[in-house]
Nanobody, 119 residues
Framework: QVHVVESGGGLVQTGGSLNLSCVVSGVDFSGQTMGWYRQAHHVLGKHLEYVARISSEGQTMYADSSWGRSTISRDNAKNTVYLRMDDLKPEDTGVYYC??????????WGQGTQVTVSS
């Protein structure tokens, strides 16, 4: 089962940038599509949102909300997936998680990393 440790979140002002990292174990990382997801606590009942994904070959895809402002990348030698976010907005606030993509039926989650964007 996948085990992930996310880091890199923090408090930034609108327009700022952050670099998130996620160290992955428990799966064949180099052959696995990985994704970043966001849980927006400030919206009650908000479902987990997909942010971006990267295939084992490095092909990337982004949600409309993050397209043009986010860059997902990976380092297979370090079993690590990254998410750089630029021009951050208050609506980007939330806890960011990484996991395999697509998500299995009962995914195991890490602790996530909190991103807070102040207006």
């Amino acid at each position: 089962q996948v085990h992930v440790v996310e880091s890199g979140g923090g408090l930034v002002q609108t327009g700022g940038s952050l670099n998130l990292s996620c160290v992955v174990s428990g799966v064949d990382f180099s052959g696995q599509t990985m994704g970043w997801y966001r849980q927006a606590h400030h919206v009650l009942g908000k479902h987990l949102e997909y942010v971006a994904r990267i295939s084992s070959e490095g092909q990337t895809m982004y949600a409309d909300s993050s397209w043009g402002r986010s860059t997902i990348s990976r380092d297979n030698a370090k079993n690590t997936v990254y998410l750089r976010m630029d021009d951050l907005k208050p609506e980007d606030t939330g806890v960011y998680y990484c996991n395999v993509a697509p998500l299995p039926g009962n995914p195991a989650w890490g602790q996530g990393t909190q991103v807070t964007v102040s207006s």
